[in-house]
């Protein structure tokens, strides 16, 4: 009876460790999963990235051409003279004037107003390049002062002349800028101007005349100047 006792107790504690163990997986079995994170997908915007390349290129494009003007600067502003004139009234001492390149020939081209305006016309015209001491007398042989419709002009002639600023017809946009003489601003960005500069030519960032300047904000169109010399021809 004795061992029976024993045999019974030995039992019940192997169905209570038994039961224990059981108890335990089934816990361990309902631990969650360690939480996974999801990746975040960054997707390229191809669009913009292309649209900031194009802009980084234009801007590199701009660069090289205001790099390239800078060095060309000295030679364009071979090609601007200092103007003077006088009358029997009086003197016009101080405008501008540039040679052009056209069809082989150069000319030299002003305002027109500095050839005639309300005080009366002008004569005696000499002129003088930057860094150049010698004064040349050059024919008048086409003007225009008609300030209201922006035409505003004055075309010379000399066989002393031998070179001259090349000209664009089409290309009008900004950048632009004004080459000036003697003690007038030689560069500066097309804008608000002191006297002696009308007759500046306006060039834009490939160094080639678009305008002639003529006020504040005013200018003749090379265009008309052109058309100008093709009816002398």
């Not at 003088?128 to 001491?133: L, T």
């Not at 922006?150 to 031998?162: E, H, P, Q, T």
């Not at 001259?164 to 900004?174: C, Q």
């Amino acid at each position: 009876m004795k061992y029976l006792s024993i045999i019974l107790i030995l039992l019940l504690l192997s169905i209570f460790v038994v039961s224990c163990d059981s108890n335990y997986t089934l816990q361990a079995d309902t631990i969650p999963e360690t939480v996974t994170v999801t990746e975040t997908v960054i997707v390229e915007d191809t669009a913009r990235i292309a649209e900031l390349e194009k802009q980084l290129e234009k801007k590199d494009t701009e660069a090289q051409q205001y790099r390239e003007l800078i060095n060309n600067l000295n030679n364009l502003l071979a090609n601007v003279y200092y103007g003077y004139a006088s009358n029997n009234k009086w003197t016009a001492d101080g405008f501008t004037a540039f040679s052009m390149e056209y069809k082989d020939k150069y000319y030299l081209i002003t305002a027109g107003h500095a050839v005639e305006n309300p005080d009366g016309k002008m004569t005696n015209f000499k002129f003088k390049a930057n860094f150049s001491n010698e004064w040349i007398y050059p024919k008048l042989l086409d003007y225009k002062f008609d300030k209201m419709n922006l035409v505003d002009y004055a075309i010379f002639y000399s066989d002393k002349i031998n070179s001259g600023l090349k000209y664009n017809l089409n290309n009008l946009t900004k950048p632009s800028f004004i080459l000036g003489a003697g003690k007038l601003n030689l560069f500066k960005e097309y804008g608000y101007i002191k006297s002696g500069e009308s007759g500046s030519p306006i060039i834009n960032i490939n160094g080639e005349v678009i305008e002639i300047l003529t006020g504040d904000r005013t200018a003749t169109k090379i265009e008309i100047v052109i058309q100008a010399i093709d009816k002398l021809e």
